[in-house]
């Protein structure tokens, strides 16, 4: 009966061990990995934590969001926010934004600016795909621009980028910036796009002219638009609130491949 | 696996222990923890679902395109519940699927489906099935012969809310996640598109609302604290002096 509660004690205690050294560990070879989402606080993150891992466990650099068919391309094309109407972004309208650059810097070996024209010139990538706002519709649509990586390659990503970080004209009053960030896998990943075309033509303004960030394993709301500046960084603790991106601040899920 | 309720003393004399393995313990743990993640599912569904309250067949849908069904609700977009209901109804998820994982194979493993949910011969005669569907007409309360064990048509709405219409939300709404069906495209295909999958979510979990409904009227007409009770503590107890 002694030895019998003896065992029972010692293997309760070597069980219990092993399960709060497992979840160390776990837990440190989650933030070796970078599965843990900047806004994994609390009992909430906790689930959000599990679905980043999960989700970033199962995609890859090589999973592909659906492309579609121009003859699917969605004739209704809705947008969420208003254009920015601060000076800085309406006097570059009338000049078709010849005057706007963008800038890339952060941990970058050489940070730069570029303009629209120059974006142009790099090599240019385009897709049909689907996006869904986290509120219920969507639709498809064709994007034209350059591939993210190929930018972050011309800058020399430094080898400890951890996220890229995007800033977009202040747009609303009292002034806010709805800038968000985005890890180094949907980062580097081959249909992450700058866009600046839309359907065989221009951005439109309403979505984003003149340049606005395509990330179409992502809900809508990442896409951020009116972008004139890309930061790389290897830690978004210090930037707002530290969750990563206004629409965290505001409640919503930093990661969005839901 | 479950436990002998041990009802002794003074407080509980006039109880007997009809059926000691009404409910198992894995049964009765499951179910709870399944109720509350229920609950968190629906209440921050219907937070999300509010934002947008029309449904739509195919790949796309929005405002100015043709709709499959407008849901008589207004839209609700200015009040900030969405947000928060995203990360309750992910974390939701998680623990409902879980505890559903555990529940089907330890059920399987247990026999508990071939015993105790799945319909036997017997079940389909007609007379046996008018019986159940009669009674039920007339909200005939059940024997407690007849309460030991499930009728036909509680061993089928059971079947088909955990092999038909639990699958089916989870499949639906892995369908819309853009990262899933990037690694897995036909989850999202088999159905014709998001927003299909997005409109049969909506109504498997009306199923399954309703289901509750019926369930929580089933429970209440068989007697709600009898019911209850052995749902939680495992066993039938039956108050002598009550015919």
């Given amino acids: 009966m002694n030895r019998m509660t003896r065992r029972r004690v010692i293997t309760t205690g070597l069980a219990t061990a092993a399960g709060v050294s497992g979840l160390a560990v776990a837990e440190r070879i989650a933030n070796r990995y970078g599965l843990i989402p900047p806004d994994h606080q609390g009992i909430l993150g906790a689930g959000e934590s599990l679905t980043y891992a999960a989700q970033r466990i199962l995609t890859s650099r090589h999973s592909r969001a659906r492309e579609f068919s121009r003859s699917e391309i969605s004739r209704v094309a809705p947008v969420l926010g208003d254009p920015p109407v601060i000076e800085a972004y309406l006097r570059l309208v009338p000049g078709g934004f010849t005057d706007w650059r963008l800038t890339v810097d952060g941990l970058v070996s050489r940070p730069s600016s570029f303009s629209l024209a120059e974006l142009k010139r790099f090599p240019v990538h385009s897709q049909i795909t689907h996006q869904a706002c986290e509120e219920g519709w969507s639709f498809i649509a064709e994007w034209i621009g350059v591939q993210l990586s190929f930018v972050l390659d011309v800058v020399g990503t430094l080898p400890q980028a951890k996220y890229v970080v995007f800033t977009p004209y202040e747009n609303d009053n009292p002034p806010n910036v709805w800038w968000e960030s985005i890890d180094m896998a949907d980062a580097l990943h081959p249909q992450t796009l700058l866009a600046y075309g839309m359907n065989g033509s221009d951005l439109p303004i309403p979505h984003g002219a003149p340049l606005r960030l395509k990330v179409p394993r992502q809900l809508g709301y990442k896409n951020t638009k009116y972008l004139h500046r890309v930061t790389v960084t290897d830690s978004v603790a210090k930037i707002g609130k530290g969750l990563g991106g206004s629409f965290s601040e505001d409640g919503y899920s930093w990661y969005a491949g839901i | ?243």
């Fill in chain 2, 1 to 243: 696996m479950a436990e002998p309720a041990q009802l002794s003393g003074p407080s509980v004399q006039k109880f007997e222990v009809l059926d000691s393995s009404r409910h198992s313990l894995l049964v009765r743990v499951t179910h709870w923890i399944y109720t509350l993640s229920f609950f968190g599912l629906v209440l921050s569904g219907l937070a999300i679902i509010l934002a947008h309250p029309r449904l739509y067949w195919g790949e796309t849908g929005a405002v100015g395109a043709p709709s499959l069904i407008d849901l008589p609700v207004p839209f609700v977009r200015d009040i900030p519940i969405r947000g928060p209901g995203r990360y309750v109804h992910y974390l939701s998820a998680w623990i409902c699927v879980t505890t559903g994982l555990i529940y089907v194979l330890a059920g399987t493993f247990t026999q508990h489906f071939r015993r105790n949910l799945l319909p036997k011969r017997k079940h389909f005669s007609w007379h046996s099935i008018s019986q159940v569907v009669l009674d039920h007409l007339r909200f005939k309360k059940p024997t407690e012969e007849g309460a030991r064990s499930y009728n036909v048509l509680q061993r089928l709405s059971y079947l088909t809310v955990v092999f038909v219409l639990l699958p089916l939300m989870i499949w639906t709404g892995l369908a819309m996640s853009p990262a899933i069906v990037s690694v897995f495209p036909f989850v999202v295909t088999v159905f014709g598109g998001q927003q299909s999958a997005r409109t049969i979510h909506f109504f498997a979990a009306l199923s399954l609302v309703l289901f509750l409904l019926v369930h929580l009227v089933m429970v209440c007409l068989a007697g709600f604290t009898l019911r209850t009770g052995a749902m939680i503590i495992g066993s039938s107890a039956v108050r002598r002096d009550r015919p």
